[in-house]
């Protein structure tokens, strides 16, 4: 049972236009969501991460959204670069429990110069 | 900049050897992860420890022990290697001492063949 869904597994966006990834999760015990970033052959990079007391966080170009009720978190990335062409991962804990985290399939994207 | 480290980055093995993938953090962080990911897929814990002498299996059945005996370290071995277990494995650590929420942060990897 997988309880943290990226359903799209790829995403194409023009360079300078908005990058938008989602994710969806099932445990409503989960209380703290992380993006990562990841390259072919390396290990994933921590983004941006955001709590369940907020729906809303920025960093520079990154901005993620969480909308607890439909349990639906996404990525913003304005303006998208080049650079930014990777797999993103969805990641999702709770603290009451084993502090694991569990993380999405990933969704590839791909920014066009 | 995150002090965690993988050896080795590639490794190719003949089946039934044994191996071990080594993983060190500089941070002292106390809980330590072992996470196996193959193309296209989700990460897979298959490990965790929350300190020294603490291991727990992850969500993945997996044939590979782990063995904590120093916070720093928290290396990941099969014993007989088979092409099944080819793989990449990815090493995470993360300092959860009252701190409140935080991430993980990983190692670059380690890309297993077994042939």
């Known amino acids: 049972d997988q309880q943290v869904k990226q359903n799209s597994p790829s995403l194409s966006v023009q360079e300078g236009r908005i990058s938008i990834l989602n994710c969806d999760y099932t445990?409503?015990?989960?209380?703290?969501f992380l993006w990562y970033k990841k390259y072919p052959a390396e290990g994933p990079t921590f983004l941006i991460s955001i709590s369940s007391i907020k729906d809303k966080n920025e960093d520079g170009r990154f901005t993620v959204f969480l909308n607890k009720s439909a349990k639906h978190l996404s990525l913003h990335i304005v303006p998208s670069q080049p650079g930014d062409s990777a797999v993103y991962f969805c990641?999702?804990?709770?603290?009451?429990?084993?502090?694991?985290?569990?993380f999405g399939t990933g969704t590839r994207l791909k920014v066009l110069a | 900049e995150a002090d965690i480290y993988q050896t080795p980055r590639y490794l190719v093995i003949g089946t039934g050897k044994k191996i071990t993938l080594e993983c060190s953090q500089t941070?002292?962080?106390?809980?330590m992860y072992w996470y196996q990911q193959d193309p296209g897929m989700e990460l897979h814990l298959i490990h965790y420890?929350?300190?020294?002498?603490?291991?727990e299996k992850g969500d993945l059945s997996s044939e590979s022990t782990v063995s904590r005996i120093r916070t720093e370290h928290f290396p990941l071995t099969l014993e007989s290697a088979r092409p099944s277990h080819t793989s990449q494995y990815l090493c995470a650590s993360s300092a959860d001492r009252g701190r409140g929420y935080t991430e993980a942060f990983f190692g670059q990897g380690t890309r297993l063949t077994v042939v």
């Open positions: 445990n409503s015990m989960f209380d703290y």
């Open positions: 941070m002292g962080h106390d809980k």
């Open positions: 420890s929350y300190g020294v002498n603490s291991t």
């Open positions: 990641a999702a804990r709770s603290h009451s429990g084993t502090y694991k985290y569990i």
